[in-house]
Structure formats: C-alpha cells, structure tokens
C-alpha cells in the first residue's frame, strides 16, 4: 500500500468511527439514560463523562482539552457535571453508556471482533505525549462481548483523531470558531457555545486544509506502525459497515 493508500484507509476509517460515536453522544436516548442517572444537564452529563478521564481538574483545564468549545459555559457544565458522581463515577457512567448502546444497536454488524481486535492494536501501539483524553481513555477496562467492545474501541479510536487534530489546529493559528465555520459550518459554533458574530476564517481556507491533511497524515502513521495494509484497508471497511448497521438500527 502507499502512502497515500494508507492515508486514506486511516480518514476512512476515522470518518466512520467519528460518525459511529457520535450517533450515541447526540442521541435522545443517551440524553435521557443521563438524567435518569442523576444529570439534570445531559450536556453537562456529556462534559463530565467525556472529561472523566481527566479525574478532578478544574473548569479551565478542562476546557482546554476540549480545545473546539467556549472555554466559560463548558467549564461551567463540566462543575455541575462533576457534582453528581464525581470526575471518575462520570467517565464509568459513560462508558457504561457506550457500551450498551453498542449491545443494542451494533449487534446485527459483521466483523466487530475484528474491527475491536484492530482498532485495539494502534491503541496500544500509539504514544499518548499531547493526547490527554486518548491516555485517559485507553487505561478504561474494555467489555467482553463484541458489540459494546467495538463501540467503546471506535470511542478510544475517535479521541485519538481528535487529539491529533487539536494539536494540529492550536499551532495553525485558526480560531476554534474559525475552524467550525470552515468545517461544519454556524450551526457546529452555535452548538459549541460560542456567541456571535461569527468569525468566518474565509482567509485561512488553505490553512485549514493544511490542518485537515497533516491530521490525516499523522493517522496514516499511526495506523502504519500498528497495522500492515491489509488490515488498515479492513479496518477502514469494518467501520464503515459498522456505522452503516448503526445508522440502520437506531430510532431517529
């Protein structure tokens, strides 16, 4: 495979999984498991859980990590998160969560040992330096049975694209509001938390760019050193047949 075959299996990859998590992050349901377990916020749920792993650091530190959110209302969410179970009884409650959502809707997927069994590989086999909630995440004990393990492994796998991708955007000189106006556009800022006007980066299309291609270039270098071809090229598969069954399981 060349470099650019492995650049892409590893953004195909990345794609689905982001995509996988997701569904179960924004989900009414996991919504409401949140507040039936005690969050009134199931933002705020979403905070704590996610940020768990960091255990009792402060608003600000937190924040930081998140890195794409309005440092102010996310560290707030993150103190009334905590305030329920806790830094680590939020990052189990969570987990918890990933894992059942995976049990009931990944369960008709093909291949989900495998794609857990691989994705599991570059897990280990990835250096943590400048990737907190990845290090965190990855230390969290895994499920027995195929269809949460694969969930909580697209979980893992998804902080670590995201960590490379933090990192990459915070020397770019681009803005998080920039980046989510070049991205996803005023809805993503909005639902970040940021107020308006909208810096909208139009300057700094190519930068972004850059941001997305050395991203995806550290994935493939990731994937490279855990994973021969073949297996980056089915694992790429797996996890898009993997958010495909997803998408087809969940109630909308």
Same mark, same amino acid.
């Given at each position: 495979m060349s470099d650019t075959g492995m650049?892409? #299996?590893? #953004?195909?990859a990345g794609a689905a999984m982001e995509e996988a998590v997701a569904v179960f992050m924004l989900h009414p349901e996991t919504f409401g498991e949140s507040i039936a377990a005690g969050y009134q916020n199931p933002l705020a749920a979403y905070v704590?859980?996610?940020g768990g792993v960091l255990g009792e650091a402060s608003g600000a530190t937190v924040s930081s990590v998140f890195a794409v959110f309005e440092p102010t209302s996310l560290a707030a969410m993150w103190e009334e998160g905590i305030a329920v179970r806790g830094a680590?009884?939020? #990052?189990?409650?969570?987990?918890?969560?990933?894992?059942?959502?995976?049990?009931?809707?990944?369960?008709g997927a093909s291949g989900l040992d495998r794609l857990a069994a691989l994705g599991e590989k570059i897990i280990t086999a990835t250096p943590t330096a400048g990737l907190p909630l990845f290090a965190g995440w990855r230390t969290m004990p895994l499920a027995a049975d195929a269809p949460a393990r694969a969930l909580q492994v697209m979980f893992v796998m998804r902080e670590l694209r995201?960590?490379?991708?933090?990192?990459? &955007?915070t020397i770019?000189?681009?803005?998080?509001?920039?980046?989510?106006?070049?991205?996803?556009?005023h809805q993503y800022a909005m639902m970040f938390g940021w107020p308006e006007p909208f810096a909208?980066?139009?300057g700094k299309k190519d930068r972004y760019t850059e941001i997305e291609q050395a991203t995806n270039r550290r994935m493939a270098e990731i994937f490279a050193?855990? &994973?021969?071809?073949?297996?980056?090229?089915?694992?790429?598969?797996?996890?898009t047949d993997a958010l495909a069954s997803l998408k087809s399981s969940v109630p909308g």
């Open positions: 650049t892409d #299996a590893a #953004a195909a704590a859980g996610r680590a009884g939020a #990052a189990q409650q969570y987990w918890d969560q990933a894992a059942e959502f995976g049990r009931k809707y990944l369960t995201a960590g490379v991708h933090f990192n990459a &955007l770019s000189g681009i803005s998080p509001v920039e980046a989510h106006m070049l991205n996803k556009g909208d980066g139009a050193a855990a &994973l021969d071809p073949a297996e980056a090229d089915e694992l790429a598969r797996l996890s």
